[in-house]
């Protein structure tokens, strides 16, 4: 009897436990269902932005107000289910490097044309050499067009909103809408036709502009290849450029043209500078959140050319790491930037993902040699040019 009271009491003890753990369970299920051991999504998205978004401080007064809008989104509305509600308000903040995507497999539309896009927009009418201005983008003018479909571009500057809606007719749509014919001002139109896009033009290539000036075409600083390993991304970069720094060494003068780069590393912006350089260059100073700043110089390389001629072509294509190469040949080397401002962006962009989407933000401040940010403001030309930038530079001493 003494044995079947003790089995039973520990029979009763056991399934006591078992209950108690159980209810433990149950309990921090509930607790993490509401958010109480983790963050929800929008929590992590207000939270990204208060306190990891270093842009932040760039007209703060108006990023606070858009903020606090998606703060009372967020009370009644999952990221997840209303996406398109969010993606208007981060676009709203004014940042070219701030942008919330939708997950998915990327399909571009291409619309086959190529523009020019300065302060007037120059379109590439099929088998004629001359580019022709555009006035009207489907009967609607373009600075009215460039008004009513801005809001599908994120962007640092009004001047860079304006050239990356410009942009979506050429290239970067992503489907948003159609466009079908652009008014020119000899009052013929060009019809676009919609068209799978091309393969990217290598992202370095250069020509003889004439007997005694070579043109050194830099499309981007990040060179995808069959490899998407760093290491060989940096390497078809290097031996791009190294192969234009060899041909253009012949001439007396080289004009670099940053027109439309659209940026890339930090490790390809310090090799372009070494071969371009003449003496020790201020680089920038940077400062992420939380942390000192901190500045940095580069050297020229020992086969610079720095000691030649050189004038660099910019636009409002000109972003990110391209807007450190422009800033440092100008502030540090005294070179002729001809064309018009850059976009005005920078801050080595960091991500993060949610369910269904991916938030890209800058996560520190850059700062030019002359102590201006490169944020919202841009490098300006000290030459001004049109469509005619490239001639001009050529003139430049």
Same mark, same amino acid.
């Given at each position: 009897? !003494?044995?079947?009271? &003790?089995? !039973?009491?520990?029979?009763? %003890? /056991?399934?006591?436990?078992?209950?108690? !753990?159980?209810? +433990?369970?149950?309990?921090?299920?509930?607790?993490?269902?509401?958010?109480?051991?983790?963050?929800?999504?929008?929590?992590? /998205? +207000?939270?990204?932005?208060?306190?990891?978004?270093?842009?932040?401080?760039?007209?703060?007064?108006?990023?606070?107000?858009?903020?606090?809008?998606?703060?009372?989104?967020?009370?009644?509305?999952?990221?997840?289910?209303?996406?398109?509600?969010?993606?208007?308000?981060?676009?709203?903040?004014?940042?070219?490097?701030?942008? /919330?995507?939708?997950?998915?497999?990327?399909?571009?539309?291409?619309?086959?044309?190529?523009?020019? +896009?300065?302060?007037?927009?120059?379109?590439?009418?099929?088998?004629?050499? @001359?580019?022709?201005?555009?006035?009207?983008?489907?009967?609607?003018?373009?600075?009215? &067009?460039?008004?009513?479909?801005?809001?599908?571009?994120?962007?640092?500057?009004?001047?860079?909103?304006?050239?990356?809606?410009?942009?979506?007719?050429? =290239?970067?749509?992503?489907?948003?809408?159609?466009?079908?014919?652009?008014?020119?001002?000899?009052? =013929?139109?060009?019809?676009?036709?919609?068209?799978?896009?091309?393969?990217?033009?290598?992202?370095?290539?250069?020509?003889?502009?004439?007997?005694?000036?070579?043109?050194?075409?830099?499309?981007?600083? &990040?060179? @995808?290849?069959?490899?998407?390993?760093? *290491?060989?991304?940096?390497?078809?970069?290097?031996?791009?450029?190294?192969?234009?720094?060899?041909?253009?060494?012949?001439?007396?003068?080289?004009?670099?043209? /940053?027109?439309?780069?659209?940026?890339?590393?930090?490790? %390809?912006?310090?090799?372009?500078?070494?071969?371009?350089?003449?003496? !020790?260059?201020?680089?920038?100073?940077?400062?992420?959140?939380?942390?000192?700043?901190?500045?940095?110089?580069?050297?020229?390389?020992?086969?610079?050319?720095?000691?030649?001629?050189?004038?660099?072509?910019?636009?409002?294509?000109?972003?990110?790491?391209? *807007?450190?190469?422009?800033?440092?040949?100008?502030?540090?080397?005294?070179?002729?930037?001809?064309?018009?401002?850059?976009?005005?962006?920078?801050?080595?962009?960091?991500?993060?993902?949610?369910?269904?989407?991916?938030?890209?933000?800058?996560?520190?401040?850059? &700062?030019?040699?002359?102590? =201006?940010?490169?944020?919202?403001?841009?490098?300006?030309?000290?030459?001004?040019?049109?469509?005619? =930038?490239?001639?001009?530079?050529?003139?430049?001493?």
């Amino acid at each position: 009897m !003494k044995l079947g009271l &003790w089995l !039973k009491i520990i029979l009763m %003890e /056991l399934i006591h436990g078992l209950i108690s !753990k159980l209810k +433990i369970i149950l309990f921090t299920i509930t607790l993490l269902l509401n958010g109480c051991f983790f963050k929800s999504e929008e929590a992590v /998205l +207000i939270d990204t932005l208060k306190n990891k978004y270093a842009n932040l401080k760039v007209n703060q007064g108006h990023k606070d107000q858009v903020i606090a809008s998606i703060e009372a989104l967020s009370k009644d509305k999952k990221l997840r289910d209303h996406l398109p509600l969010y993606q208007s308000l981060i676009q709203k903040m004014g940042d070219g490097h701030l942008v /919330l995507n939708e997950k998915r497999e990327f399909k571009e539309d291409y619309f086959q044309v190529e523009l020019k +896009i300065q302060k007037k927009v120059f379109a590439k009418v099929p088998g004629e050499v @001359e580019f022709k201005e555009v006035l009207e983008v489907d009967s609607i003018p373009v600075e009215k &067009w460039v008004e009513e479909h801005s809001h599908h571009v994120s962007a640092s500057s009004i001047h860079g909103k304006r050239y990356r809606t410009l942009k979506m007719i050429e =290239s970067r749509n992503e489907g948003l809408f159609d466009v079908g014919r652009l008014g020119l001002n000899d009052k =013929s139109s060009l019809q676009i036709e919609k068209k799978k896009r091309p393969s990217r033009p290598a992202c370095i290539t250069g020509y003889p502009f004439d007997e005694s000036i070579y043109v050194i075409k830099v499309n981007s600083f &990040w060179c @995808e290849g069959k490899s998407d390993k760093r *290491e060989d991304i940096f390497n078809n970069f290097k031996i791009a450029l190294d192969r234009q720094v060899e041909v253009a060494d012949f001439y007396e003068k080289i004009i670099l043209d /940053l027109r439309d780069n659209g940026g890339g590393a930090d490790q %390809e912006v310090r090799y372009l500078l070494g071969h371009f350089i003449s003496k !020790k260059a201020f680089l920038y100073s940077y400062q992420f959140v939380g942390k000192e700043k901190i500045t940095e110089f580069i050297e020229p390389l020992p086969a610079s050319l720095g000691e030649k001629p050189i004038t660099v072509l910019i636009n409002g294509g000109c972003f990110s790491a391209c *807007e450190v190469v422009a800033g440092v040949l100008k502030d540090a080397e005294s070179r002729n930037l001809v064309g018009e401002r850059t976009h005005g962006g920078a801050g080595d962009p960091l991500k993060t993902e949610f369910s269904n989407s991916i938030l890209t933000y800058p996560s520190c401040l850059v &700062w030019r040699q002359n102590g =201006s940010l490169y944020e919202g403001v841009g490098v300006m030309p000290t030459v001004m040019g049109e469509s005619n =930038s490239l001639k001009r530079a050529s003139l430049l001493d």
